[in-house]
């Protein structure tokens, strides 16, 4: 009988643990998404990627932008609180573009850090944006 309370309580716990991480996940993207926008468009005419980062509230006082599982590592600095900037990409990477996602790590006044990923886009289409307090 014991044994049995012990499992009751535990399976409990972590029931509570797993709620309270999905609504802290779910309160920080509403916190964000209308703050924060990322985007990055592939333009298949130029063979570039135009990545575009805004702060509606101008308060971000720097970025770390990069794009993971490219061949060469892709790493750069902003200070402010909005930028564009147009990355060389031959096409599509054969598993998709969700293999090569955009990161960003920004400063903010109010916030602190935050972390922001979407994917790559073809012309037309959009892309998830996920938002984390770091």
Request: with cysteine; hydrophobic share 35%.
């Amino acid at each position: 009988m014991n044994k049995k309370v012990i499992l009751a309580s535990i399976c409990t716990i972590i029931a509570f643990g797993v709620g309270i991480s999905i609504y802290q996940s779910a309160s920080v993207q509403q916190k964000y998404e209308n703050i924060l926008f990322l985007d990055g468009t592939f333009h298949p005419d130029t063979k570039q990627v135009e990545i575009t980062f805004t702060d509606k509230t101008q308060k971000t006082t720097g970025v770390v932008l990069e794009i993971l599982g490219m061949e060469k590592s892709f790493q750069k600095t902003f200070a402010g609180h909005s930028f564009t900037i147009s990355v060389p990409f031959d096409g599509e990477p054969q598993y998709g573009w969700k293999v090569v996602p955009i990161t960003l790590v920004i400063e903010h006044p109010d916030f602190g850090k935050v972390g922001i990923k979407t994917d790559i886009h073809d012309e037309g289409k959009s892309s998830k944006t996920i938002f984390s307090q770091l």
